[in-house]
């Protein structure tokens, strides 16, 4: 018996559409399901974790070093604060796999023993039950003192997936009949669109790319033509992402360049600034050798001496300090602070260094939050005061201001000073960059302070602008995020 060709496509489409649709769903669900699980487990995680690091902060206070005891006392503060946290009920173990505290209405020992044990021994184990996980995790102070038990109810994910389920089922009984339906009526189009695929493969070889639009067929031909389609975008993004990183390796290039020319200036100007202490130390030890005798330079080059000595203990001090701010991240501890009360006791420390410069200290400081570390802004205002004062003219003033403005904390430290050149302003920040060599080296600067003050701020999330102070001074403007 001869099976016309529209009986064999059309049934060769409908097992292609159902298998397409399933294996679809399939991979779908399947998905979903994974990732509810990962959720699941993230986030028990977090809760064990929670339990752990409130146990290490009381452990840190507490005086009582039995563990048992320590457990013992603390197990009913944890459950609590827990399900104050996050509403879940938990189950707090000892080393004996005894119930030291619970918050639940009731709890199985029996059929849990399996997953405490494997708790007891500092693994994290976990079992499904209907539509409950529950869970068990270690808990430690120095070493394991116990395990804490949640039970999370997954009763909502189970309906959110067997909805999916359905909706898939609706969804892919729909497009089967629908596809099937235009795949025969479009049948005795075959011919036209496979010299349109024909015509497509021709643009891919000849990079017409643009050019290519895929069919709007549910079978085979239209499966050919949507990778025809999707392979000639790739390979057209695959070009362009080969032009990108050819101009990425470029740019990489210059900045290396940029980099070991910033790093060849970086060392001579540590060795320019080295040098010159160093020459001041050894003329006076090459002088004190052939006039030991004389009073008068002996007391000279003793003070001297300790004067390069302590400029050169201080340079190496930045060095170091502007080092491990490029390398490490985590020294910063941020905290809520009132940028109010922060500047108030600086300008209240610099009170005394302003009236000996016989400098004016005038705040306009209002209250405002910040993330930031207390330490660090410290010393960020410091030296920006510091310098405030010690580059002032005599009898001037100094203006400490602070405003909020588009979400972002603004503090201005405003100085009466000679100001700074228009050709110095981009450099300012460099480190080892100082406008006045000579008035540096009178107030003992080396041009890393500024430095340490930018790296400082943008750590936090801020930013240092040097603005135009006309006639004269200078103004630095820090902002931070406003909490």
Do not use: W
């Amino acid at each position: 018996m001869k099976i016309s060709i529209k009986i064999k496509s059309s049934v060769f489409l409908a097992t292609l559409l159902i298998l397409t649709v399933s294996i679809l769903s399939i991979l779908v669900l399947k998905g979903i399901k994974n990732n509810q699980e990962k959720q699941h487990e993230e986030y028990l995680a977090r809760q064990a974790k929670i339990a752990n690091t409130y146990i290490k902060q009381i452990y840190l206070t507490d005086s009582i070093k039995n563990e048992n005891e320590f457990l013992q006392k603390n197990a009913h503060e944890l459950v609590r604060q827990l399900n104050s946290i996050n509403g879940m009920r938990a189950v707090i173990y000892d080393m004996s796999g005894k119930e030291i505290v619970s918050s639940m209405a009731f709890n199985d020992t029996t059929k849990i023993k399996e997953i405490l044990s494997h708790a007891l021994n500092g693994n994290i184990a976990y079992e499904v039950k209907d539509n409950t996980i529950i869970y068990i995790a270690p808990l430690y102070k120095d070493n394991q003192i116990g395990a804490i038990k949640f039970e999370y109810s997954i009763a909502n994910d189970i309906d959110f997936y067997n909805d999916i389920k359905s909706l898939f089922i609706s969804i892919g009984c729909v497009v089967f009949i629908f596809s099937f339906i235009a795949g025969y009526f479009y049948f005795n189009r075959y011919v036209e669109v496979i010299l349109r695929l024909k015509k497509d493969a021709l643009n891919i070889k000849s990079g017409l790319y643009d050019s290519i639009l895929p069919c709007k067929r549910n079978d085979e031909l239209g499966e050919l033509s949507e990778v025809l389609y999707y392979m000639s975008n790739e390979i057209e993004k695959n070009i362009k992402e080969i032009n990108d990183e050819q101009q990425k390796l470029k740019l990489a290039l210059e900045k290396v360049k940029k980099l070991e020319r910033q790093q060849k200036v970086f060392i001579g100007n540590i060795t320019h600034e080295f040098k010159t202490p160093l020459t001041v130390i050894k003329a006076y030890s090459d002088l004190l050798d052939m006039y030991s005798d004389d009073p008068n330079l002996l007391q000279d080059a003793k003070a001297n001496i300790a004067k390069e000595t302590q400029r050169l203990y201080e340079m190496v001090e930045k060095i170091l300090y502007l080092s491990s701010l490029e390398k490490y991240d985590f020294e910063l501890q941020t905290e809520k602070l009132d940028i109010k009360e922060v500047l108030e006791d600086i300008c209240s420390r610099m009170k005394g260094k302003s009236q000996k410069f016989n400098i004016k200290m005038i705040t306009n400081i209002q209250s405002a939050s910040i993330l930031g570390d207390k330490e660090s802004l410290v010393h960020i205002f410091t030296n920006l005061i510091d310098n405030g004062i010690k580059y002032n003219e005599p009898n001037g003033n100094l203006f400490i201001n602070s405003y909020i403005k588009d979400k972002y904390v603004c503090i201005e430290v405003i100085d009466t000073g000679i100001g700074i050149p228009k050709e110095s302003k981009e450099r300012i920040f460099d480190a080892f960059y100082t406008v006045n060599k000579d008035r540096s080296k009178k107030y003992g600067g080396v041009g890393l302070g500024l430095s340490i003050v930018k790296e400082l701020i943008e750590k936090q999330n801020g930013t240092i602008s040097l603005k135009d102070n006309e006639p004269k001074g200078t103004t630095f403007l820090i902002s931070f995020p406003f909490l």
